[in-house]
C-alpha cells in the first residue's frame, strides 16, 4: 500500500534496544564497611546560627487579630470622643433639663406635633424637639419633651414608659446628659438598658424601662435622683424658687409639707380625670381604627 512520505514516517520502525550485560544483584555488591558520623559534625549547622521557624496564621488567628487591632482603634476614638463630651457647655442646647422628658423607641413616622399631642395628656409641653438625621433628614426615633411644670414631667415619667403611639411601644425617661454627672451617651460606650448588651440571648427585648431588680447599684431611680438634684443642683443654678438652709424656711417647713399635700391631692385628681378622659374617648378611637381598616380594604380592593 503506497503512503506519502509524511505518513510513512509514522509507520516506520523504532530501532531495536541496545544489548546490556547483567548487573550484580544486591546481595553480590560490596558496600563499604559501617562507620560512624563524628568526622561528619563539622559540617553540621551551628544551632545558635539557625534562624527561628517561620509561622503560618491560620485564618482564624488572622481574624482575631484584626479585631483586636480594630478594638485598640475604636478604643482610642472612644477616648478623643469622650474628653471632648460636654454636654452641659454645647451651643444651642436651650430649657431646663429637670423639666424636660426624654422619649425613645418612637415609629419613625410619628411627626414632632403627634408627639406633643400624646404627651399634653400629663401636662403643657414648652417645647419639644423630635432630633433627625443630619445626612438622611429621617427620624433618629428618639425626642425630648420640656414641660412648664416638672410635677407633669414626673407623671409623665410615671405613666408615660410603655405607652403605645403609632403601633409602637415608647421608652420614657429623665435627661441625663445634663443632670447626671459622668453619664455618657450609648453612642460613646454608655447608657442604660440591656438591649444591646451583646449576643441576641443576651439583650432584653421587652419594652420600656428595666425592672428594678435588674438594675445596677450605680442606676439611679427617680425619687433619689430627683432628691439629689434638689439638694445639689439647685445651688449651682440661679433658680428664684430655690430656699437657702435659712432660719425662715425651717421656721415654714410644716406650710411647704401642707403645701406639698395639696398639690399631690390636685396631682392625683387630675390623673383621675384624665384616665375617665381615656376612657370616655377609647370607643371613639375603635371606630375611628374600624373605619381607617375599612378605606384600606376598599383601596386595595381598587
Do not use: W
Not at 390623673?271 to 375603635?286: A, K, M, V, W
Amino acid at each position: 500500500m503506497f503512503l506519502p512520505p509524511h505518513l510513512a514516517v509514522l509507520f516506520k520502525p523504532r530501532d531495536p534496544i541496545p544489548y546490556l550485560p547483567p548487573g550484580k544483584l544486591s546481595h553480590e555488591k560490596k558496600f563499604p564497611p559501617y562507620s560512624g558520623v563524628a568526622n561528619l559534625v563539622a559540617h553540621f549547622e551551628n544551632p545558635q546560627d539557625t534562624p527561628p521557624p517561620h509561622k503560618i496564621k491560620t485564618l482564624e488567628e488572622y481574624k482575631e487579630e484584626k479585631r483586636r487591632a480594630k478594638c485598640l482603634q475604636t478604643d482610642e476614638k472612644l477616648k478623643e470622643e469622650i474628653a471632648k463630651y460636654k454636654p452641659k457647655e454645647a451651643e444651642g442646647l436651650t430649657g431646663d433639663p429637670f423639666k424636660t422628658l426624654f422619649v425613645a423607641r418612637i415609629n419613625y413616622e410619628v411627626s414632632e406635633s403627634k408627639l406633643i399631642r400624646e404627651f399634653e395628656q400629663f401636662g403643657r409641653i414648652k417645647q419639644g424637639k423630635l432630633v433627625y438625621d443630619r445626612f438622611s433628614g429621617k427620624s433618629r426615633g428618639y425626642a425630648f419633651l420640656e414641660f412648664e411644670k416638672e410635677e407633669d414631667m414626673l407623671v409623665a415619667y410615671r405613666e408615660g414608659d410603655g405607652m403605645k403611639i403609632e403601633g409602637r411601644r415608647v421608652l420614657v425617661d429623665v435627661e441625663r446628659g445634663r443632670t447626671v454627672e459622668g453619664f455618657l451617651p450609648r453612642r460613646l460606650g454608655g447608657g442604660l438598658g440591656a438591649t444591646r448588651k451583646g449576643k441576641p440571648e443576651e439583650c432584653v427585648k421587652h419594652s420600656g424601662r428595666e425592672p428594678a431588680r435588674l438594675r445596677s447599684p450605680d442606676r439611679r431611680d427617680s425619687s433619689r435622683y430627683h432628691s439629689d438634684r434638689r439638694r445639689s443642683s439647685y445651688r449651682d443654678r440661679d433658680d428664684p424658687g430655690y430656699r437657702g438652709e435659712s432660719r425662715s424656711s425651717r421656721s415654714g417647713h410644716h406650710r411647704d409639707s401642707e403645701r406639698d399635700r395639696d398639690r399631690g391631692g390636685r396631682v392625683k385628681e387630675r390623673e383621675r380625670r384624665r384616665s375617665r378622659e381615656r376612657e370616655r374617648d377609647r370607643p371613639r378611637d375603635r371606630d375611628r381604627d374600624r373605619d381607617r381598616d375599612r378605606d384600606r380594604e376598599r383601596d386595595r380592593k381598587r
